[in-house]
């Protein structure tokens, strides 16, 4: 029990000072921090899927949990969080936008509500209002948990045969199109979000733009933008000399 508790004291950090997700930064700051959010996933140990500098999107791979015996891998902020994932699969995916302020007070389709898993901090900081001619910065973190609708208790007490496998998918269940296997959304993460989002600021501080660029022979999987997509409004081609994005504290 000592063990256990220890373990789980290891996934336990408060979260400190949040800042506005998402936050708002100068134009000329585009190239350094769409750089530093490339550099910082990675470092966090997502496997970029996207980078798509023109549309301001960095996405990532799906990266599995860690449980309560993992505490090396700090995904989970809270004690909650590590119970969850012990007790479910689940899995966490990444997004981080880079909007002019008009395109970023309007929500996007994909947005999803706080998890469960994850339950608000009392202290989370609001959305401020962005001035014109500014960008924003916002992170999200969405997760999801694996479904297995053909598993079923039953009923028995000897270790592994107390779960059995059903040869199909219920037929109700088939009826409403539901797979044999599949991950389902169950909210998004706002701790994740605040440490990645105050990461990607520090980091932007002394990133040298270009630093993102795939290792030989490990190139990350690229996007192009589709041509249905409202192009976002042009930035200039030499913008002026920049100034390092503040730090959040």
């Known amino acids: 029990m000592l063990a256990a508790l220890v373990l789980l004291g290891g996934c336990s950090r408060a979260v400190k000072s949040p800042v506005a997700n998402p936050f708002e930064i100068d134009p000329r700051e585009f190239d350094r921090v769409f750089t530093a959010s490339v550099l910082e996933l990675r470092a966090q140990g997502f496997a970029v899927d996207r980078q798509d500098y023109r549309f301001g999107r960095v996405t990532t791979k799906p990266l599995p949990s860690p449980t309560i015996i993992e505490p090396w891998r700090d995904t989970n902020t809270t004690v909650y969080q590590a119970e969850t994932a012990t007790l479910n699969s689940q899995r966490r995916l990444v997004t981080v936008r880079i909007d002019p302020a008009s395109a970023a007070t309007q929500p996007e389709s994909d947005s999803l509500p706080v998890s469960a898993a994850a339950p608000a901090a009392s202290n989370a900081p609001t959305t401020m209002p962005a001035r014109a001619g500014t960008y924003q910065l916002g992170v999200e973190v969405h997760i999801e948990q694996l479904q ?102």
């Open 148 to 249: 297995i609708p053909t598993r079923r208790l039953a009923g028995s007490t000897r270790g592994p045969a107390m779960i059995n496998e059903m040869p199909e998918v219920p037929t109700e269940l088939a009826a409403r199109g539901i797979k044999p296997i599949y991950w389902q959304a169950v909210g998004r993460d706002p701790y994740l979000e605040q440490r990645l989002l105050t990461a990607i600021i520090r980091r932007s501080v002394n990133v040298t733009p270009g630093e993102d660029r795939a290792p030989a022979g490990i190139p990350d999987s690229a996007t192009q933008p589709s041509s249905s997509a409202a192009p976002k409004p042009a930035r200039p081609a030499t913008p002026p000399a920049t100034q390092p994005v503040a730090a959040a504290r």
